[in-house]
């Protein structure tokens, strides 16, 4: 049997042509072009994968995503977003609301293809299973601030069967990385308002990407950014001034190393070092920084359970997925000058603002101050922030 495909789109266009590419890959389609009109679907039949984009006539494909998870029947269905490559903040929504991935527009026809072979469950032609393909692929991003530089570095990515995200500055990229890691970073060192160096650092010091490969892009060689790029363990150097196939060479070269180095790791049973170039050798994985803190002489809000301290609470209450909650509000709370172990009613009542404008990132105005008012009772009411409490605020 046919495994069905649900595609959501107000453009004709967009849904003919994913008819036409998913057809042709043996999948069954049904078309919509509203919320409405999938709600009808889905409450008449039953699907493998929906195909949702972003903007509809009749509101946000967040809002039918968040039915879907609510509703048992189907709060296991994969869903694929569909958004513009721009819209990171759409992004970063539909991934935070439990969508299983994401693909810009203009997409690749043939990477959704793959995709929904791998969401389904269902073999390609060639019978090779989901997992295998799964790893195969990897998933590159490129931080550039031009955009033809970053098109034409993922069209040549995109020919070797990598999923690309694309981020046109530092602060898109960090945001996306939260919420969902990747294999290897193609960043321009030398981006007007991002130090490359200092960039990285941030990175490394992130416990899901503190091996990441880093290929740094430059335009000629300065010996001062490269020796501050090495510092922080750049991976390797590309010129931009280079056929683009060099690019993509360095890539796959970084990614074997990566797959050597895992599989490694794999026949040992620990952690392997990866290979990486001989001027530098990459830090063991930083440590969670949301682990219950040591006892400390100042008062600290008791929270049920062996592992309870404020910051689980904060973490509870801030209705961010739990992947990337306890990240998001430890960079929340150290952009206001505050340490998340240590944390105490007085110093959250300083790291609101802070938590505030990370939270309106994420969830649609409303919500995000609802949050707030909930994670404003930790800092103003003793007691008021028992775990027991936060799970259904």
């Not at 510092?231 to 690019?247: G, P, Q, R």
């Not at 800092?379 to 775990?387: K, R």
Request: net charge negative; charged share 25%; aromatic share 2%.
């Amino acid at each position: 049997m046919k495994a069905r495909v649900l595609i959501v789109d107000d453009s004709a266009t967009v849904r003919a042509d994913m008819r036409g590419v998913l057809s042709a890959a043996g999948f069954g389609t049904t078309l919509c072009e509203s919320l409405g009109a999938a709600r009808k679907a889905l409450s008449e039949s039953e699907f493998d994968l929906v195909i949702l984009d972003m903007l509809l006539p009749d509101g946000e494909g967040v809002e039918l995503l968040e039915e879907l998870r609510r509703a048992p029947r189907t709060a296991h269905l994969p869903v694929l977003m569909l958004s513009t490559e721009a819209a990171v903040m759409q992004r970063l929504k539909g991934l935070s609301h439990g969508a299983n991935d994401y693909v810009g527009k203009p997409y690749d026809s043939a990477y959704v293809v793959r995709r929904a072979h791998e969401l389904t469950q269902v073999p390609e032609a060639d019978g090779t299973p989901k997992l295998v393909s799964a790893g195969r692929r990897r998933r590159v991003m490129v931080v550039d601030g031009r955009i033809d530089f970053r098109h034409r570095a993922a069209d040549a990515l995109r020919k070797d069967g990598h999923d690309v995200i694309i981020a046109e500055s530092g602060e898109d990229a960090m945001r996306l990385l939260e919420a969902q890691p990747v294999d290897c970073i193609l960043l321009d060192l030398e981006m007007p308002g991002l130090e490359g160096p200092d960039w990285v650092r941030a990175v490394r010091s992130l416990p899901a990407t503190a091996q990441v490969a880093v290929v740094g892009l430059t335009a000629g060689f300065d010996a001062k950014l490269i020796s501050e790029a090495l510092a922080v363990k750049v991976d390797a150097f590309c010129s931009k001034t280079e056929d683009i196939e060099v690019l993509r060479a360095q890539v796959r070269t970084e990614l074997r190393r990566r797959a050597e180095s895992e599989q490694s790791a794999s026949g040992s049973g620990s952690l392997a070092t990866p290979h990486l170039p001989h001027t530098h050798a990459v830090a063991p994985i930083a440590q969670v920084t949301h682990v219950a803190p040591a006892v400390s002489t100042a008062p600290a809000p008791s929270v049920g359970g062996a592992h309870g301290s404020l910051f689980d609470a904060l973490v509870a209450r801030c209705g961010l997925s739990p992947v990337i909650a306890p990240s998001t509000m430890t960079r929340a709370c150290r952009k206001a000058g505050v340490e998340p172990q240590l944390l105490t009613p007085a110093s959250l009542a300083r790291a609101l603002p802070s938590i505030r404008d990370m939270l309106h990132i994420f969830l649609d105005a409303q919500e995000a101050e609802r949050r707030i008012q909930s994670i404003q009772a930790l800092a103003e009411v003793p007691g008021a922030h028992s775990l027991g409490k936060t799970r259904g605020s």
